[in-house]
């Protein structure tokens, strides 16, 4: 399996006697400062739960069921041990498209809703988000929507990891990828399959291939590009971030 709480820095980076202590729900605390605070630690996985929503994921998603799974077992399950109640309503709302707070926080406590309240604000966000970038426009055409819904998420992950420093590790990853999504790929999308091959290689070059791809393939080229670029940009930061301290 691939090591997505290094992918998606999905652990909350404090020391280690901060990072193992339980965030239990303390009375003399109002619920808004609680959820708030709770969210806010652990606000890469919830912004990676909002995207994976956002795109309205849908069965045939290559990486939805392996990224839920290693969720469940990690950072869901560290929420649920400290008593957030998010388990069921996180599938409702990622599998399902349940997006009212009523339907999925009928049976959880004041402070898990709360919780759910701002994840589903960021989803709403990141929905808008999307059709200001023009994703929409891949919804319309039956082809594009078929193969964006399937790759978008190896799209992000493949995105990440060619961001990523170099580093043995980070190899493995790709190439573990790599080797899941090829027969994938080789069926609907060979041209995308040689340009990412290439963009290892060449920007400049894979780039250049653009062009000549299909219109369904040239678009997820060109959207792995800008997950790429996200991925420099955020690393950049996290870096400039560091020499300031």
């Known amino acids: 399996m691939m090591h997505y709480a290094r992918l998606y820095n999905l652990v909350p980076e404090n020391q280690p006697e901060q990072a193992n202590r339980q965030i ?6 109002s619920t808004n400062t609680i959820a708030r605070e709770a969210f806010e630690r652990y ?30 077992r990690s950072v869901i399950e560290d929420l649920e041990t400290s008593n ?30 709360k919780m759910l309240e701002l994840l589903l604000k960021e989803i709403k966000e990141e929905e808008a988000s999307l059709a ?5 426009q891949l919804f319309k055409n039956p082809t594009k929507r078929k193969m964006f819904a399937k790759y978008d998420r190896v799209l992000q992950t493949l995105g990440w990891l060619i961001s990523s420093d170099e580093s043995e590790q980070t190899r493995q990853d790709r190439e573990m990828l790599m080797k899941l999504v090829e027969p994938h790929l080789v069926r609907d999308g060979p041209g995308v399959m040689a340009f ?14 653009i062009a000549g791809l299909p219109g369904a393939e040239a678009d997820l080229a060109q959207k792995l590009l800008e997950y790429v670029d996200e991925g420099t940009s955020e690393r950049s930061r996290k870096r400039s971030e560091h020499n300031l301290e």
């Open 196 to 209: 990412v091959r290439e963009l290892l290689v060449s920007r400049q070059a894979a780039e250049n291939m």
């Open 24 to 29: 239990n729900h303390h009375p003399e605390l």
């Open 43 to 72: 606000q890469p996985f919830f912004n990676r739960i909002a995207v994976m929503a956002a795109l309205n994921p849908r069965p045939e998603d290559l990486l939805l069921d392996l990224e839920l799974d290693y969720f469940d």
């Open 84 to 113: 957030w109640s998010i388990r069921d309503a996180i599938a409702a709302i990622v599998r399902d498209g349940e997006r009212d707070l009523r339907s999925v926080a009928q049976a959880v406590d004041d402070n898990s809703k």
């Open 132 to 136: 200001s970038r023009g994703d929409d």
